[in-house]
């Protein structure tokens, strides 16, 4: 990278703890990519109706979880009595969903670094991004250990992480390059764009890495894509085939 600046994270980033292996966002996902060797891992906190960081990807509780309805409009105590794991499998039937409090806990106790992307329930996006970020910092006290990586699609997410707790490194997710998306991303202070693995090109890594940031891609299953991002100098890769790619290889 041009700008010289230390990059503290490991190149490879178990996606939701260990991708499709166990049920996504739970403590025994993140268990699992631990066990494969990942000391990094990616995943999805959005807040329930009273103000609690927790886990979980979609807006809605069906897929993911035995529970009904939009996730943000429910109390932290409905939620974390939830079964997030029997749609999984029967191995994991009863895992509960978790909070971000306990994923960070977890991951100080363990030494592993985490990036956590800001997924407001839609319409919550500043006050998401305000609360997360600060109980990132109030509980992320390890100094070995880097800060939590913040990301998010959601500009006003990161803005308003921003003003809560600035000394926390962030990036901007895309899935498309729209007009501007280089300069927003440094308007937002961030230190990493991530991309959908198919947007980035060897001209494009460079306009990034010229500019100070750092360029990670999602979700990368497949060895020849791992090799192609490789080859074009792309930082860090986040993937759900934990059981395929060894972080230390």
């Known amino acids: 990278m041009s700008a010289g600046v230390n990059w503290p994270y490991p190149r490879w980033i178990a996606h ?7 049920p996504e966002n739970t403590l025994a996902a993140f268990r699992l990519g631990a066990e494969h060797g990942y ?5 999805d906190a959005k807040l329930s109706a009273d103000g609690v960081p927790f886990l979980l990807h979609d807006a809605t509780l069906e897929r993911t979880s035995n529970g009904h309805g939009i996730a943000g409009e429910q109390s932290w ?3 974390s009595r939830l079964d997030a794991g029997a749609w999984h499998s029967r191995r994991y039937a ?7 409090e306990g994923l960070i806990r977890f991951c100080l106790a363990n030494g592993h670094a985490l990036n956590i992307e800001i997924k407001p329930t839609p ?3 500043q006050r998401t991004g305000d609360v997360v970020a600060r109980q990132a910092a109030q509980l992320w006290t ?3 250990l880097p800060p939590p990586l913040l990301t998010s699609f959601a500009p006003d997410a990161l803005r308003a992480a921003r003003a809560a707790e600035p000394q926390l490194p962030r990036g901007l997710l895309l899935d498309t390059l729209p007009k501007g998306w280089l300069d927003l991303a440094l308007e937002l202070g961030c230190v990493a ?3 959908n693995q198919a947007l980035w090109d060897a001209a494009t890594v460079a306009r990034v890495h010229a500019a100070g940031l750092r360029a990670l891609s999602y979700t990368v299953n497949d060895e020849w894509a791992a090799e192609r991002l490789t080859a074009i100098g792309t930082d860090g890769i ?3 085939r934990v059981d395929r790619f060894s972080p230390v290889a």
Do not use: H, N, W, Y
Not at 16 to 22: E, Q
Not at 94 to 100: D, I
């Open 123 to 125: 319409g919550q996006e």
């Open 16 to 22: 939701r703890g260990a991708g499709k292996l166990a």
């Open 238 to 240: 986040i993937t759900d």
């Open 142 to 144: 390890a100094s070995e």
């Open 39 to 43: 000391r990094m891992f990616e995943c």
């Open 77 to 79: 105590a409905a939620l």
């Open 94 to 100: 009863g895992e509960p969903l978790a909070s971000l």
């Open 193 to 195: 764009v991530v991309c």
